[in-house]
């Protein structure tokens, strides 16, 4: 098929697939399965995680300060006590999602070691589905590392809460060698630079375990330790994000892990999810690169306007970082990591730029309101400081959304598990079709446009 007959029939298909705006209004549809009022669609229950962003008083919401709720407890308690011991906790979240509740030291040193024992890659897993195939893109070659893992599980499609636990915590241990690997293989592939392989070691946490196999020793304790924190703080948030729900989804037709897990990979890789705090980046080195002050806060603030107006950076009159579909006042993520982000800003001696996020952060919910004329509170989300903690790290930009993924994979497994404990349901909600029935047209009779 030659090309301009492909974009004719590509016309077609588009007007095919374009339905009228009334129509949803007509059927009541949920669009993006929320209300509106804005508020998620009640589709499920969770004993997991809570995001709460406002309160529902007499039909209305009313914003309150973000909080963000791990199997009962409140993500700034569980950070301030493994912060208070000087110990880094994902190990802890890991256990405590998994199992829903905190473990004893004695249990925790037990699984902390166990999840060691697991980072090791299979025999020839690294050469064979890492190296051999070539990928331009971390996130599909983790996608394809975790489905081709079914090959080596003996119990893969056993659906048994034993087995479900053992998958967990072999995936949690395993993604920092598959994304580490993945990276390296597609810059010597693509970008010709050395092909780097270290081991794990089972001394080191995962956030350790992670720099050192990308960077080897040069990384300090205080960049283990906030790599710690934004893994912890990626870990849950709730079942109704789009590739935990995509986890419940797919878990209720009874499938496997790995086919569970890649289904969420292929949610979190979208732009709309998980790939938001590469857009934070690329718009503040838009900003730097425009302003001849970083510290004049009026050249600051005319500039965010041309953002809003479309008039600057990509002209969407997006600011990337800023609202979220729960939190109204504040993300408690943002806020514990806008805490550490000023710790590695001063060691890497990036103090001036960290003003230029936090004027940023002060500037625009003032300016959103005054440009799109409206009382809507906005808040930074997470994304709006992780990236520049990335950075900070030197950690590349390609790893960005997989590292999310690192963490992520915990509430996703938690939540299969919970779908196939709890619910036993296959999740089939309901289109409606609005497509005019049409009779069948004989081949020799089509008039064909």
């Known amino acids: 098929m030659d090309e301009e007959s492909l974009k004719r029939l590509a016309g077609i298909a588009e007007r095919s697939n374009r339905i009228d705006e009334k129509l949803y209004n007509r059927y009541n549809v949920k669009r993006g399965l929320r209300n509106k009022n804005h508020t998620g669609v009640l589709v499920g229950l969770t004993n997991i995680g809570d995001v709460i962003g406002y309160e529902s008083v007499n039909g209305n919401v009313v914003p309150i300060d973000g909080k963000l709720i791990y199997r009962g407890i409140d993500i700034r308690e569980l950070v301030s006590g493994f912060q208070a011991e000087n110990r880094q906790g994902f190990d802890e979240t890991v256990?405590?999602?998994?199992?829903?509740?905190?473990?004893?030291?004695?249990e925790l040193d037990a699984f902390s070691s166990h999840i060691a024992e697991l980072r090791a890659l299979p025999h020839n897993f690294t050469e064979d589905m890492i190296l051999k195939l070539k990928g331009r893109d971390v996130m599909n070659m983790l996608a394809r590392s975790v489905l081709s893992l079914y090959s080596f599980d003996q119990k893969a499609d056993d659906v048994s809460v034993p087995n479900l636990l053992g998958q967990s915590m072999d995936l949690v241990a395993k993604f920092p060698a598959i994304i580490v690997y993945s990276y390296f293989a597609m810059q010597h592939h693509y970008n010709y630079e050395p092909l780097i392989i270290r081991h794990p070691k089972k001394e080191l946490g995962t956030s350790e375990n992670f720099l050192y196999m990308?960077?080897?020793?040069?990384y300090t304790p205080l960049e283990a330790s906030i790599l710690d924190l934004i893994?912890?703080?990626h870990a849950e948030h709730g079942g109704g994000n789009n590739s935990s729900f995509a986890t419940h989804v797919v878990s209720s037709s009874g499938t496997d892990t790995y086919s569970a897990i890649a289904a969420a990979l292929g949610s979190l890789k979208g732009p709309l999810h998980g790939g938001a705090n590469a857009k934070v980046i690329e718009m503040m080195d838009d900003i730097k690169r425009n302003?001849?002050?970083w510290a004049d806060e009026a050249e600051v603030e005319s500039y965010l306007r041309k953002v809003l107006k479309k008039e600057a950076f990509d002209r969407s009159g997006r600011i990337y970082g800023f609202g979220h579909a729960v939190y109204t006042i504040s993300d408690p993520r943002a806020v514990l990591l806008r805490e550490e982000a000023r710790r590695l800003a001063k060691e890497k001696g990036r103090e001036n730029e960290f003003e230029l996020y936090l004027m940023?952060?002060?500037?625009?919910?003032?300016?959103?309101a005054e440009s799109k004329g409206t009382h809507?509170?906005?808040?930074?989300?997470?994304?709006f400081y992780s990236g520049f903690v990335y950075d900070c790290l030197n950690i590349p930009r390609e790893l960005n959304t997989p590292l999310f993924a690192m963490a992520r994979v915990v509430?996703?497994?938690a939540h299969r598990m919970e779908e196939l404990v709890s619910s036993?349901?296959?999740i089939r909600p309901d289109y409606r079709n609005v497509w005019e029935k049409k009779a069948y047209i004989p081949m020799a009779e089509r008039n064909l446009q």
């Open 291 to 293: 302003l001849r002050n």
């Open 360 to 368: 940023v952060e002060r500037l625009v919910p003032k300016l959103f």
């Open 95 to 106: 256990f405590l999602l998994l199992f829903g509740r905190l473990p004893g030291k004695g």
């Open 214 to 218: 990308l960077k080897g020793k040069d």
């Open 376 to 383: 809507k509170i906005l808040c930074t989300n997470v994304d």
């Open 424 to 426: 036993r349901k296959i």
């Open 231 to 233: 893994l912890v703080l």
């Open 411 to 413: 509430g996703w497994c």
